[in-house]
């Protein structure tokens, strides 16, 4: 069974740094082709594609968020962490992880974590 | 980037009824080299995360029921509920896959009952 749970800061200040972890199990980040991304939703606003990190140490960025993204991972930990730096209220939002198998779909996903700006 | 553009933006479609959400892309999102569309559908209901319903633009997802279906090719795509039930209504996303690692959704489209 595929599992994946995102934690972090529920609140933030502005021009802070968000470090999120997911936390994933019942596969594996070293199994070729496997891709962790991460993907945002503004309250009551649509999904918007942040980043991903495949088995190879690959990294992936939305065009318009990369000079603030960074992800990386922990395979021994079963862990991916997304770092975004220099926040903004506009960057509240839920936060998921999900897994992609390699084919650019994302079949499992966690719960969110919810994540405030504000002063 | 490809831009994903879904209509209506909200649907009342009655309980037994037919409900059809569209997409469409700024590219074509069918790969030449596999004549596939790099296309996935998911429903996200109220407080939960997205699912994934549909991939290739009509593949179901494992465990979808048969009333989702998913038609279309290159820039239009359509998702087809044959038979709205009360447990469809959800918020439907449209995802775009062929200018993978860099993806992109529509901006959804808000499905309830008439």
């Known amino acids: 069974q595929v599992t994946l749970r995102e934690s972090g800061p529920a609140l933030v200040k502005p021009t802070q740094t968000l470090t999120l972890t997911c936390t994933f199990s019942?596969?594996?980040?070293?199994?070729?082709?496997?891709?962790v991304t991460w993907v945002r939703q503004p309250p009551g606003k649509a999904l918007e594609w942040l980043a991903l990190i495949d088995s190879d140490d690959d990294k992936y960025y939305n065009t318009s968020l990369k000079t603030r993204l960074t992800i990386a991972k922990d395979t021994s930990k079963n862990q991916v962490v997304l770092t975004l730096t220099d926040m903004d209220p506009v960057d509240t939002a839920t936060y998921y992880c999900?897994?992609?198998?390699?084919?650019?779909?994302?079949?499992?996903w966690g719960q969110g974590a919810r994540v405030t700006v504000s002063s | 980037d490809i831009v994903m553009t879904q209509s209506p933006a909200s649907l009342a479609v009655s309980l037994g009824e037919r409900a059809t959400i569209n997409c469409k892309s700024s590219?074509?999102?069918?790969?030449?080299?596999?004549?596939?569309?790099?296309l996935a559908w998911y429903q996200q209901k109220a407080g939960q995360p997205p699912k994934l319903l549909i991939y290739g633009a009509s593949t179901r997802e494992s465990g979808v029921p048969d009333r989702f279906s998913g038609s279309g090719s290159g820039t239009d795509f359509t998702l087809t509920i044959s038979s709205l039930q009360a447990e469809d209504v959800a918020v439907y996303y449209c995802?775009?896959?062929?200018?993978?690692?860099?993806?992109?959704f529509g901006q959804g489209t808000k499905l309830e009952i008439k």
């Open positions: 019942g596969f594996s980040l070293s199994t070729t082709g496997m891709y």
């Open positions: 590219q074509t999102v069918l790969h030449g080299s596999n004549n596939k569309d790099y």
């Open positions: 999900a897994r992609d198998e390699g084919y650019g779909y994302f079949d499992s």
């Open positions: 995802q775009q896959y062929h200018s993978t690692p860099v993806y992109s």
